[in-house]
Nanobody
Framework: QVQLEESGGGLVQTGGSLILSCVVSGGAFLSHNIGWFRQAPEKEREFVCASSWSLNPYYADSVKDRFAISRDNAKNTVYLQMDNLKPDDAAIYYC?????????????????WGQGTQVTVSS
């Protein structure tokens, strides 16, 4: 059973930065695609970005050039560097995992989920 645990959320001012971490345990880290999603109040969960074992990282247009995903395979950890944060980025951020080849951008494609970490951006 793969387990994921996010950390690093918090309160930041508009234009600020945060780094989220997702520690993955219980499975073959290298063979899993790890995605970040976010969900704001009364909105659907949306794709942010993903790190694939087989492809280059890919991003939602809304975060491209501001967010960066990276993996530390030695620590079974995926990071989400978020720069130039905007109020619209405020949400609960979740990491999720799925095995397979290709691009995975919808929540239903992912098998395992973390509990989420809150990101708040003050204007």
């Amino acid at each position: 059973q793969v387990q994921l645990e996010e950390s690093g959320g918090g309160l930041v001012q508009t234009g600020g930065s945060l780094i989220l971490s997702c520690v993955v345990s219980g499975g073959a880290f290298l063979s899993h695609n790890i995605g970040w999603f976010r969900q704001a109040p009364e909105k659907e969960r949306e794709f942010v970005c993903a790190s694939s074992w087989s492809l280059n990282p890919y991003y939602a247009d809304s975060v491209k050039d501001r967010f960066a995903i990276s993996r530390d395979n030695a620590k079974n950890t995926v990071y989400l560097q978020m720069d130039n944060l905007k109020p619209d980025d405020a949400a609960i951020y979740y990491c999720a995992a799925v095995r397979g080849f290709g691009r995975f951008i919808t929540p239903r494609e992912y098998t395992y989920w973390g509990q989420g970490t809150q990101v708040t951006v003050s204007s």
